[in-house]
């Protein structure tokens, strides 16, 4: 049986999804050519568990599109950028339920850190149904 997957309208691609499809796009690209390269390289070599070894020339390779996760720069337009105590309040803020509407969600109930802190639904969920998916914060510090 052959599934066909829900016809998605024009709008659908706007805007906040062309920078997501972007994000994937690059993903995949720098996740792939480094697999290619290792698994059509002769020194490479597979192990037991099928999880490739790389060679020191496909390790090099894999070094200098690094490093990873990259570094966030401090951000010249933000006086307490890379201060210890300002990220540790930022920190509690975002897990902090009592500064929502109802007191009972905080930023992390639905951008959840281990899922790029998004969550991972098709349509958020937050106080109320959305219209559209919660947008992940992900190296959000680069986006400027």
Known sequence: MVVVEKF???SYFSMNN???????????TLTTIPV???NTSAASVESQDNTPEFG???K????????????IPPDPGNELSGLPWAENLG?????????????QISCASCHLPELAFSDGLEVAS?????????????NIGLQR
């Open 56 to 58: 020191d020339k496909e």
């Open 18 to 28: 062309c920078f997501s499809i972007t994000i994937l796009t690059v993903f995949l």
């Open 91 to 103: 920190k509690q803020l975002f897990f902090d339920e009592s500064l929502s509407g109802n007191g």
């Open 36 to 38: 290619l390269a290792a």
């Open 126 to 138: 937050g106080i109320g149904k959305h219209v559209r998916n919660t947008p992940g914060l992900f």
């Open 60 to 71: 090099r390779i894999i070094q200098s599109m690094g490093p990873w996760p990259q570094a």
């Open 8 to 10: 998605k309208p024009a």
